[in-house]
């Protein structure tokens, strides 16, 4: 870690609200332990689920003091906005339905914001949370939190290096199978709303996991689609939405792309990989083996760079925590995203510049991306798999 | 290996000539040694090139009697017709463009065919092959060898018994980095020919290596395309044919599927790899670990099944040869297609009726229905990445 | 997570104190946030370097009180005894030539303790120092952390269960090699001590990872050995300690085992595996791929299991916390030992009975025969390789 | 391939006799199939079974002529050798008591010899059979095939570039499952001899695979082991010899060796796996992945060097048949051992001198040294473990 960067924050910790992450969730502690594991932010106020006992419960096992437990969004934000000791910022980890109206009920208090993705339903939606963030001048964080891997950053700093020569090709996929049957018929909380076109939107798939794809395939490229084709289905008989989306996408500069992805691709846990080739080598990474990347080039062996072994680029060290071969995982890629969230926010309430290590989180902008990258392939699919340009509302 | 199967027959092995093979060339050795594995099938003739000395020297090198030394495909398939000791079939190794002619000279002449892919530059060649073969009962084999891969056709007969249950989603890749750059520059021979319309075609990645993956496909499920729809291109600036191809597949039931293919992709060898999901189970097959077959289950373990290692389906174990844990290869799996077209002939030869086994090689039907896949991923392709049917000239 | 497990013991957190873990140390981070993860310990008091200016900074960064930061082990089990409240446990993680004294100054003063391993220099100090633990009604926990991870407890589950059959054979292997060269000649902090016979001990690399290597074996096949044969040696000229050893090992029941453990094999990172061999099927682990298991039969696939994918036993799935394909590493498996200390002393604070997943950490005689590992081996050795008895002083 | 290699010598290729192989062998369809791979050695007398009629079809089906087959080996030998175009070297394929007797016979008769290996159950009568060969000036092949591998070879040479530096550690195993039960009570023709005293010597496994890893290790390093410790032992109880051994090795110059090697190891195949650690770099190989070499260096990545896919040690590319990706095998090594032996005999009976690559088969001193290692064990092992000199008798 860098002399500068975390170490002397943790003595003026953050406080942070939560709106979401009650009991039956996953999310909401998976937010609460990230941001646990470095110490800069402390939970404090909370809006953890509509039942008023479920709420008390686990506000009580969390230890946020009990005039801080509040039976709405809009009630903490209000309240929040009146005490002195208001908290610093909100993480909302809520179905998709309702970031919205939570996300600006804080921003139109004063209130920075993590939220989780796909951010919003529409696309105006979420950039109207932009301009709201803008003009009020707070801080607004998109839980992509795959892009605080150390081995992803490492990824995207090999390309901006030109270690892969010139882009040729994008190939993605995101497979998992928890969707393989009809799952949203049951009693289970995340198929029922994920699957329920009321809460969240024209797609499931595409915004619970391809948002993920659409956002590394970014982060580590640079690049931006220009425009797709996608052909969006329902793999499993009967469902109403997405689980299944094959997209055909095209870069700035004429890079071409291709993503698979599918929740009900049976024999697969959270099978996120992505490769991309250049000119003078490719690389590939995969989530489930996060501590490694693997670079290739032509007439040359494959080589296996494992996490913290040699040397990285900076952007990538600052992120890794243990040495080789002590395996980090998930939450130390979602401590990252807040670590980097939590101390550019420590160090603009110092008066302080944060450096670019600070800003490496994804912000609103990601957000509404990867909400036009839901409604562009839709779009597509509709058409019967027809181009459509990405930009735009 | 069964009782009825190889070892009487190779009593009466059967004799063979070729046509191409001579030096510089991979792939005639790769037949010659194939059918050398079993002894079913002696070289007694051929036209190996052009060049007469290259020709002799190689026709020497192979103990080919002086006077079965062709200086062409006609003159070899008319002298070997007007002779008792006339060899049993051909095989043909020649580049693309000329497949059409050589096999038509010699099934004009009743000899049996054994061409290389893909079978023609036309559709309508590949069906007047298949006609004239119908017409004068010969045989006519089409390598696409990687079927003769013992765990292929375990994954084959699992999906054939309903292992996987009803088919959902099939997505292939066949990527490699040969042509990387342009090779086609320099005297290399195989890129030479292979990035030259006149002698390849409309398409050289889609004939010499999705051919290969189109046919897989379908060899494991049994099922053919309806539609496709296809992205053709070359990564490498300036490329006049194909170096790279997505495609996205619609097959009969209503069965999604998704390849991608690639020569430029650096990074990849020879990296041909099947994943095949249906509501109980998937499978999964890669060509550089060939002896093995993944399975996976909701909710279950991967299973790694290795050849030989427990008990297979009868029509993997006939063509399975060594015990679990002793690799087979790429040269095995080309000799069990020809140990399938030899026993078949050897068979018919003697009166006796090829067993399922015997008959488990690809066949004319197989060398049209690649030539197809070529023409309607480039038909797809000029009209923008549109939704082509696939039956049809 | 269970019901009664950690959620409500979050209401009632611990308190503790830290002796070592200040600025160039790992481990102490590693302790910290293992700690944080569950919110069931809070870091209250500490003696965290000599050097006095480090110490304290280290305590501002982690919000110590200042009047609860100490300028020696002995002082701070002197003070924190005298307060009302006073911590609940210390955390040793020291050099190894001081856990003595300074667990003994703990316990002695009636804290419950956490200490590194290898736990003592001597086999009687850390006989002494269990005796001091029992008779004043300390826990003690030794952090073999490894068996944390959830897949290790699967494989001890499975071994109890008898799914293996009668063991037969295991074998073992922590290969490292970052004392590949003489790093004790540089001012490497880690590698100065541990290459230090005074700060040290007997053993070097045994100490570090064999304890590790012996613990995991014991926790997963529930067996100690009776008796061993080692070679302990330097691979690199002029080291004066080990930084290699070769074990052969029986074990009760006369079962087989075999230990290789080096810091100076070139080109492994943390590469801690071990082999599990039953007379039904056997186990495969390894610590750089921590959450999955490799399960295989006679005659059958080799299953490769992920961690939350399908049904676990008990003793591992409450240790589980993300669902499967969602990496846990090596600060999961720390958190875990903890927590299950944690939740042991929460619950025996609280008058409760903990129940055998709270239990589930490695104690005081875990460390005993750590270092009982340690002598045994360089006894043999010193004999030059002859079979010693495991058990005694 | 190299000008002066295969080609050429494949206009005056060899005969051979088989003594063994009939039905229900494996070994001998082996040898047979690699001889006929490059054509450089044609099947022309053999002895295959003591059964009459089963000897007579399994030449029937070899088209042995019927004045070649015969009903000893010692009658063989006898004919032969009275004959003009008598056959230029014998194949022994036999169980291992009986390799002495045969090879003797063929060698007092005047014939070059290609043995299995264990070559015999004595130390002195392998010398007796050097000695032989020597005075007769006879060639001598033991089959210790897994040499042939080109990955073996890239790492022998790469050993001998110095590219791993001064060594440190050879760690070698080779685990197979089959007889995890005894299979030698059952009718299974191959583990009956092999697990019978009297058919095979001192020790089974030993024998069957310990000469094998015995063999890759020095083969790879160039060294030699000064002396040994050993643990014989069988895990399935009951069974009279050994079917598991775990030895410590001193090679010259003071580097150590392990090797771990069992056909009771539930869940392995045919896992020959080495590892060399050198003072700069590790290679690693295993027969299961045959085409791949993995090195490692200190703070680097790991490097997966595939096979003819860039530049390798002219040694291991004159035996590397196919392009990179299309996977060799089992076979492969097989027939390369027999292609370097046939190359020399060839260019011997030319006139013409044998090169490096020609002479790079396995000899008469393999065998001794295999014989030898066998032995060492045992006697280690009978003395409760200690350590042996490895040279003497």
């Not at 689609?225 to 939405?241: N, Q, Y």
């Not at 004429?254 to 080598?281: C, I, T």
Request: proline share 5%; with cysteine; glycine share 10%.
């Amino acid at each position: 870690m860098t002399e500068d960067h975390s170490p002397a924050l943790t003595r003026t910790p953050l406080t942070y609200g939560m709106v979401g992450g009650g009991p039956g969730g996953f999310i909401g502690q998976v937010h609460r332990q990230a941001l646990a594991m470095d110490g800069l932010a402390q939970l404090t106020a909370g809006f953890f689920a509509r039942d008023e006992t479920r709420c008390r419960e686990t506000a009580l096992d969390l230890r946020v003091p009990q005039d801080r437990i509040y039976s709405s969004a809009q009630e903490m934000a209000d309240k929040e906005a009146e005490r002195e000791d208001r908290i610093d910022f909100v993480a909302v980890v809520t179905p998709n339905h309702v970031h919205y109206p939570i996300c600006k009920a804080f921003l139109q208090r004063g209130f920075h914001v993590v939220c989780d993705k796909p951010l919003t339903l529409e696309i105006h939606e979420a950039e109207d949370l932009a301009e709201l963030a803008e003009k009020h001048g707070l801080m607004f964080g998109v839980t992509h939190a795959y892009n605080g891997y150390p081995m992803v950053k490492q990824a995207r700093a090999m390309v901006a290096a030109g270690e892969l020569g010139e882009l040729r090709y994008i190939n993605g996929e995101y497979a998992q199978d928890w969707l393989w049957q009809r799952l949203e018929l049951t009693e289970h909380k995340q198929a029922g709303w994920r699957l329920d076109p009321k809460r969240t939107g024209r797609a499931s798939t595409l915004g619970d996991i391809g948002t993920h794809l659409d956002n590394l395939a970014t982060y580590i490229t640079g690049l931006t689609p220009t425009r797709l084709l996608a052909r969006v289905e329902a793999l499993v008989p009967g469902r109403v939405l997405d689980d299944t989306a094959t997209v055909m996408l095209e870069y700035e500069g004429g890079v071409s792309g291709l993503f698979w992805l599918s929740q009900a691709a049976v024999g697969h846990d959270n099978g996120l990989k992505l490769r991309v080739m250049g000119e003078k080598a490719s690389l590939e990474w995969s989530q489930e083996a996060p501590d490694t990347l693997i670079i290739k080039e032509p007439g040359g062996p494959s080589r296996t760079v494992s996490r913290a072994r040699g040397p990285m680029y900076p952007e990538a060290t600052v992120y890794s925590r243990f040495p080789s071969g002590h395996p980090e995982g998930y939450l130390e890629c979602f401590a990252n995203t807040y670590k980097a969230f939590c101390s550019t926010l420590i160090k603009r309430k110092a008066g302080l510049e944060p450096n670019a290590a600070d800003l490496d989180f994804p912000g609103v902008e990601a957000g509404i991306k990867g909400v036009r990258f839901i409604h562009r392939c839709v779009d597509s699919s509709e058409r019967g798999a027809a181009w459509v340009d990405f930009a735009g509302d």
